[in-house]
């Protein structure tokens, strides 16, 4: 059982950074692969970034490649997603999310445990 809880977000201007944290709980985190989604209104989720559970290895949407960066410290069970160069269509709710599977990294329902999502708004 993973327990996820994410902070960081906030209201930014366009080109602006933010920095995106989620707080794993348990002693397992590190047999999980860890993703980042988002969800803006009347939208699906939508795949933002992985890192598998050594963190040896990164994926990221188009959408964000070149801007975003995903990382993980597994001595304090925490993810990070560092967003740079921020664009009003950045805009939505973003989820941390752990999944046991090594496949299936841009797939929502691969991901098992999900953290209750924090708000980022960039205005333009």
């Known amino acids: 059982q993973v327990q996820l809880v994410e902070s960081g977000g906030g209201l930014v201007q366009a080109g602006g950074s933010l920095r995106l944290s989620c707080a794993a709980s348990g002693r397992t985190f590190s047999r999980y692969d860890m993703g980042w989604f988002r969800q803006a209104p009347e939208s699906e989720r939508e795949f933002v970034a992985a890192i598998s559970r050594s963190g040896s290895s990164t994926y990221y949407a188009d959408s964000v490649k070149g801007r975003f960066t995903i990382s993980r410290d597994n001595a304090k069970n925490m993810v990070y997603l560092q967003m740079n160069s921020l664009k009003p269509e950045d805009t939505a709710v973003y989820y941390c999310?752990?999944?046991?599977?090594?496949?299936?990294?841009?797939?929502?329902?691969?991901?098992?445990?999900w953290g209750q999502g924090t708000q980022v708004t960039v205005s333009s």
């Open positions: 999310a752990a999944r046991s599977s090594s496949y299936g990294y841009a797939l929502a329902n691969k991901y098992e445990y």
